[in-house]
């Protein structure tokens, strides 16, 4: 009887020892699933992503600008300007973390003291119709060259009116600047049209082209009287005297 009552109490207790085991892996596994925010955290780092790719696309970006040009002795915006300056407006309104510094210029006429301040006027013409139009001031300064970055060498009036302008340059942004030539204004305030260039050049050929054919009809006909032997005629000077 003894020994039927040890082997029941043996079998309780191991039915209770296998109970606890139970309950402790229980536990255990609850533990693990109590860990899974973690999980959530690396979900809620998605956004420096979306941060990146941004980022990104700001890398790609081309910022084209035209080349704002201006009259003589003037630091006025043309109805040209404004207009290449309200596209670029709308770009830099849409890229806030771009800085841009405007850089006026002049040709090389005038004092360097005087040129300094005129390029001064001019760059300031320019971010003050930008910042009108909406361009916060933060993303704008300004200088001047004056006449020391000359953008074409030469004294024509064609050269001396590419060199009167205010352009751009980037100071912060990961961008790519394009800057387009823009409308050019002669000395007497007159826009400069591209055909009329095209004109005028094709007219200094054609003046050109006449002078070569009349010297060699004239060095033609010097050659045939010295063969026969004439005197060439020779025009007389209208300052000679006898």
Known sequence: MQRLLIIVIALVTSFAVMACNKNKTEVDNAGDVAQAPPIAEETAAAPDNKIEVAQGETRELLLTLQKVHFGLDS??????????LEMAAATLIKYPEVLVQVAGHTDERGPAEYNKILGEKRAAAVVDYLIELGVSKEQLSLTSFGEEELDSLGSTSKEHAQNRRADFRIMKGDVQLVLEEGVIIDDLGRVVQPEDE???ETAKNNASDQAEA???????DQVAKAETGEEPVIEADENTTE
């Open 75 to 84: 630091a006025k915006l043309i109805p040209q300007a404004k207009e290449a």
């Open 198 to 200: 095209d004109e005028t």
């Open 214 to 220: 009349a010297r060699k009809l004239l060095e033609a």
